[in-house]
């Protein structure tokens, strides 16, 4: 027996798990690109949204803002406006 064929052999062991190891990882990595591939869209189209809302949201801090001074006590009568805009 050669003093170098238990670490071969070791090695060869070592070697033929860790190549299961990355076919299973070859297989997770491909169904996660799938899931991504899928969700995408969906998170691009979040994206807009939450951006459209965060301009109608400044525009209404704004328009809050502007108006805050009216108040002056507690006697002022304040109508609601109807020109906002509704999502």
């Known amino acids: 027996m050669n003093i170098e064929e ?3 052999s070791a090695l060869q062991i ?3 798990s860790h190549s299961t190891q ?3 990882n070859d297989n997770d990595i491909t169904a996660l690109q ?3 591939n899928i969700e ?3 998170t ?6 939450t951006s459209s809302h965060s301009t109608d949201i400044a525009t209404n801090t ?3 803002l502007t108006k805050q001074n009216t108040i002056t006590d507690e006697s002022l009568s304040i109508n609601r406006q109807t020109d906002y805009k509704q999502h």
């Open 44 to 49: 691009t189209a979040l994206q807009i949204l």
């Open 34 to 36: 799938g899931r991504l």
């Open 40 to 42: 995408e869209p969906k």
């Open 6 to 8: 238990p670490k071969t």
């Open 62 to 64: 704004t328009a809050i």
């Open 22 to 24: 990355i076919s299973s």
């Open 14 to 16: 070592l070697t033929s």
